[in-house]
T-cell receptor, first 114, second 109 residues
Framework: EPEVTQTPSHQVTQMGQEVILRCVPISNHLYFYWYRQILGQKVEFLVSFYNNEISEKSEIFDDQFSVERPDGSNFTLKIRSTKLEDSAMYFC????????????FGQGTRLTVV | GQQVMQIPQYQHVQEGEDFTTYCNSSTTLSNIQWYKQRPGGHPVFLIQLVKSGEVKKQKRLTFQFGEAKKNSSLHITATQTTDVGTYFCAGLLGNKLVFGAGTILRVKS
């Protein structure tokens, strides 16, 4: 069964460093998402990406964050100058085009900022 | 902003008891989706409701979508220990899939 894959599974970084979280969405999917889940809390929308550009972003997704689809298969989330409060699980998700389609989630990357 | 609200935040039930979680949106939704996240896992799609007033069943789980397409519920009959986890509703608002805060279900055997 096709699946969304995320790497790494766990990333530890020092405060102020930049991190890149990687995702490979399912191949025929056209909508891509990043979500964040702070331990024990809700799944928070960060950004959606369609047709090689950001289609929506939340207030959390400020200038510190950026997304890229560099090569047609990978979908990356870059966090510049990480802060302690960026520590969370980051989930990538993708879905096919159309209104009534489910999102498939990757296993997540646990980011720990120390 | 556009929100999807979910209650209760937490429910602890005895095995065999029923469980219900409720979801409300501030705006009309194109559809409502339900996901389950096991402890330490990632959200996994359960079901999608599209039509006003729609009811769908998956074994002991019953999902409803309100007539105004602004609210939804998930009901589990006779909970089992395998039902533990967090249940999220999610509404499609434009291209954005917005999640409720989730309801954590714990089942005592």
């Amino acid at each position: 069964e096709p699946e969304v894959t995320q790497t790494p599974s766990h990333q530890v970084t020092q405060m102020g460093q930049e991190v890149i979280l990687r995702c490979v969405p399912i191949s025929n999917h056209l909508y891509f998402y990043w979500y964040r889940q702070i331990l024990g809390q809700k799944v928070e929308f960060l950004v959606s990406f369609y047709n090689n550009e950001i289609s929506e972003k939340s207030e959390i997704f400020d200038d510190q964050f950026s997304v890229e689809r560099p090569d047609g298969s990978n979908f990356t989330l870059k966090i510049r100058s990480t802060k302690l409060e960026d520590s969370a699980m980051y989930f990538c998700a993708s879905r096919v085009a159309g209104m009534n389609t489910e999102a498939f989630f990757g296993q997540g990357t646990r980011l720990t900022v120390v | 902003g556009q929100q999807v609200m979910q209650i209760p935040q937490y429910q602890h039930v005895q095995e065999g008891e029923d469980f219900t979680t409720y979801c409300n949106s501030s705006t009309t939704l194109s559809n409502i989706q339900w996901y389950k996240q096991r402890p330490g896992g990632h959200p996994v799609f359960l079901i999608q409701l599209v039509k006003s007033g729609e009811v769908k069943k998956q074994k002991r789980l019953t999902f409803q979508f309100g007539e105004a397409k602004k609210n939804s519920s998930l009901h589990i009959t006779a909970t089992q220990t395998t039902d533990v986890g967090t249940y999220f509703c999610a509404g499609l608002l434009g291209n954005k899939l917005v999640f409720g805060a989730g309801t954590i279900l714990r089942v005592k055997s």
